[in-house]
């Protein structure tokens, strides 16, 4: 059997952590023949990936954010396009990150192999003609969600839906009493787990916003813990921020204990992201936190066609998990939707209701998400080769 080689390209932590599966679901697909070159996180260097540059210079959020950023993006954009026309790979598998990923994807189609895009580009939430644009280069999308293939393959791209890796993240099978033993949290005490973000601005932008909401919190319950994962390039600034804060903050620098802390956790505060969908598994009442800069909120104002930032929501169209997005991102009204919580069980119940059902909904029956795409990435490398024989013989 010939030994693909298959490069791949993450941005951010989820990215990361879609791409880790992926390369190990290939690995196990072509009995460990399958090569890799790309760029990623800590978990695909895991599975064996020599990242071509750090992921972190990849992940901006935002549209006046990335501004500065522009020059050395493109620099960036130029060194990845140049690495795979000298490799030649069997397959190029962009992952999510679109306004990296998508580039270099336009810049080598057309040089002898198929581009996979993982995460459909959420034409659904804004710019719908872009389906119709990347069918230009893109010879097939995965689609993490279930309504989306209808939009691609209506621009005439070819899309599978894989169903969302987090149901494989085990984020429901956390231990909270461990956890709590483990870091000497009484039982009966409050633990609230703050989520900021993984992007430099985000933290910058909530973790102030985080801290007056617990000063409020902590008015009325006194014993309050807050516990905070985060990822580890930054570590040092949430450690920094959180040392201000008015309860005590225990900052996971590490992802290891992370699904032990949702199960230890009586409630969490969420920047928007995979992430609630990982809260979601676990069952944690949650509310989402989110600002940007103002200039990107309004502009996404006028660009955006959804009511919600939670997948959960966008799902059930309906709130189930409150949001609370720029103006109304303020401690009052965080602090107000965790006591609710805190106090109303049925509100709880509620939502871990909705929480369950939305769930069901990205989870399609048979393999898990990471052993559809592999074997949905070497089918479309398998009918590449087969179309360019085709040719070749004509």
């Not at 992940?59 to 006046?64: A, D, T």
């Not at 097939?140 to 890796?165: D, I, K, N, Q």
């Not at 309050?224 to 008015?246: N, R, T």
């Not at 928007?272 to 969908?277: A, E, I």
Request: aromatic share 6%.
């Amino acid at each position: 059997m010939h030994a693909p080689l298959i490069f791949l390209i993450a941005g951010e932590p989820s990215g990361d952590a879609l791409g880790a599966n992926l390369m190990a679901s290939l690995k196990k697909e072509t009995k460990g023949r399958a090569r890799f070159a790309g760029i990623g996180g800590p978990k695909m260097a895991a599975e064996g990936l020599e990242s071509l540059f750090p992921m972190e210079e990849l992940s901006v959020m935002g549209l006046f954010e990335i501004l500065p950023k522009i020059p050395r993006l493109r620099f960036l954009i130029n060194e990845t396009v140049s690495q795979i026309a000298t490799l030649r790979p069997d397959a190029l598998v962009t992952i999510d990150s679109p306004g990296f990923t998508l580039r270099v994807a336009k810049k080598v189609a057309g040089l002898g192999f198929p581009l996979v895009h993982y995460v459909a580009p959420s034409v659904w939430a804004w710019k719908p003609g872009r389906a119709k644009k990347i069918a230009r280069y893109l010879n097939h999308v995965l689609a993490l969600l279930p309504f989306e293939p209808s939009y691609m393959l209506r621009a005439g791209l070819s899309c599978t839906f894989v169903g969302h890796p987090v149901l494989e993240s085990g984020a429901d099978k956390g231990d909270g009493p461990a956890f709590r033993k483990r870091h000497d949290i009484p039982e009966n005490a409050k633990l609230i787990c703050m989520l900021p973000g993984s992007r430099k601005g985000e933290i910058q932008r909530l973790m102030p916003v985080y801290s007056e909401a617990l000063g409020l919190l902590k008015q009325r319950y006194p014993d309050l813990l807050a516990v905070v994962p985060c990822v580890e390039a930054l570590a040092s600034e949430v450690m920094a921020s959180a040392s201000q804060w008015p309860v005590p903050a225990l900052v996971l620098e590490t992802p290891d204990q992370k699904y032990d802390a949702f199960a230890a956790s009586d409630a969490a505060i969420a920047a928007s992201g995979t992430v609630t969908l990982e809260l979601s598994m676990a069952s944690v009442p949650t509310v989402v936190a989110y600002k940007v800069h103002p200039l990107t909120a309004w502009a996404v104002m006028k660009l955006v066609r959804v009511n919600f930032v939670s997948l959960i929501n966008i799902l059930l169209e309906r709130p189930a998990i409150p949001e609370y997005l720029q103006d109304r991102c303020v401690p009052g009204a965080l602090a107000s939707g965790i006591e609710e919580f805190f106090e109303d069980e049925e509100v709880r119940a509620t939502q871990a209701k909705a929480m369950a059902e939305g769930l069901d909904m990205i989870g399609p029956e048979g393999a898990p998400p990471s052993e559809r795409a592999a074997a949905a990435v070497m089918e479309v490398m398998k009918k590449f080769r087969k179309d360019q024989l085709g040719k070749d013989s004509e």
